[in-house]
């Protein structure tokens, strides 16, 4: 079975191309049909060639949806057994990782930055491959040292080690792909700071491998579905920020699925997520339909229609905005449209 999307019994073919912004922003309310869609959306891209990380942030999906998606191709990967490889080609890549992991725990300080950095230059120095562990180990062998920064070593490695059992992240520095498969990060069973910390590193080496594949043959698209993502930080500086301002240049695409919109991030970073290829709205909450239709119309005769009708969608329809097409024809259309999701 294939999803399509179907607007007054016309199925319409989403517009995507290597050149525009691909990511899709996914808003609406509880058992309204979002992760149903985005796993028929993402089930279809796999099948057409295209690489899907879905980064589950614990059990946020059912079996179902998952099931789309394995049955399209895509691995399981249980992070609390089986733990992640992180490859990074350069020592620049390598210590970039410091920047998200502090990111995850709170830290804006450039100190805890620069200190995270010298225990990865440390250990990559003594071998090409580390885990998490060795690295917080690291500071704390550090903490013996009399120097300026050790007040810093000693805040990072206390804020590191805090949560409960340690993930088994593992860094390696050699010249390999992270991973060309699609696949299915189960992060269930990690305290939620150190999904933090696993969702934003998997981001970022995902990210830094587009980059080496830039223009090579053979390149694929990648998509990244992150549900519930309004639990991480969506500031420009932060990875998904990253990703939504550069991504698209490197073929690296998001699918961010949330239920809630205004309500989570300033207005900057919403405007960031209307900067992105595609939107879908299910049924809305009554103060967050004001605010699309305000967003999508300036006739408020529209405005009210919109309204009306976001509050009242029935399950598994949704107001879509992006470029696209009517069955049948080529031309590109703009305008949002009232749309069904259906299984054919």
């Given at each position: ?23 899709m922003?996914v ?14 959306f ?10 899907v990380h879905l ?50 725990v709170?830290f ?39 120097t ?9 490695c ?8 340690l ?14 498969s ?13 999904v933090?910390i ?9 990210l ?24 991480l ?5 932060a990875i998904?920020?990253?990703c ?5 240049k ?10 809630f919109?205004?309500s989570n ?9 209307k900067q992105?290829?595609f ?7 009554e103060e967050?339909a ?6 999508i ?12 009708k976001?509050v ?5 329809h ?12 080529w031309?590109?259309l703009?305008q ?9």
């Open positions: 079975m294939t999803m399509k999307l179907f607007c007054d019994g016309k199925a319409i073919r989403l517009r995507m191309s290597a050149d525009e912004k691909n990511s922003l808003v609406g309310g509880s058992r309204m049909g979002k992760t149903f869609f985005v796993s028929g993402a089930s279809g891209l796999i099948r057409k060639g295209d690489v980064i589950d942030l614990g059990q946020k999906w059912s079996a179902q949806d998952r099931k789309r998606l394995q049955f399209a191709g895509a691995d399981m990967r249980e992070v609390k057994n089986e733990g992640v490889t992180l490859i990074f080609a350069s020592h620049e890549e390598l210590f970039g990782c410091a920047k998200h992991i502090t990111n995850a709170g804006q300080s450039v100190n805890a930055v620069t200190v995270l950095k010298k225990a990865f230059q440390k250990l990559v120095s003594q071998k090409k491959i580390f885990s998490f562990r060795e690295l917080c180990n690291n500071l704390k062998d550090e903490l013996n040292e009399d300026d920064e050790k007040e810093w070593r000693g805040k990072v206390e804020r590191l080690d805090t949560f409960g059992k993930p088994n992240i593992c860094f390696c520095l050699q010249a390999e792909a992270f991973l060309l699609s696949t299915i990060w189960d992060l269930a069973g990690i305290d939620e700071t150190y933090q696993v969702a934003y590193l998997i981001l970022y080496c995902l830094c491998q587009q980059r080496r594949l830039f223009g090579c043959a053979g390149a694929k698209r990648v998509f990244a579905i992150i549900d519930e993502f309004q639990n930080d969506c500031d420009r500086r998904i920020g990253t939504l301002t550069e991504g698209q490197y073929r690296l695409n998001l699918i961010l699925v949330t239920q919109m205004d991030f300033s207005d900057a970073v919403i405007h960031q997520f992105g290829g939107r879908f709205y299910f049924r809305l909450t967050e004001k605010l699309v239709s305000k967003q119309a300036y006739d408020i005769s529209i405005q009210k229609q919109i309204y009306q976001l009242q969608l029935p399950r598994g949704c107001l879509m905005l992006g470029q696209h097409s009517l069955e049948g024809s031309k590109v703009e949002f449209r009232f749309l069904e999701v259906k299984m054919t």
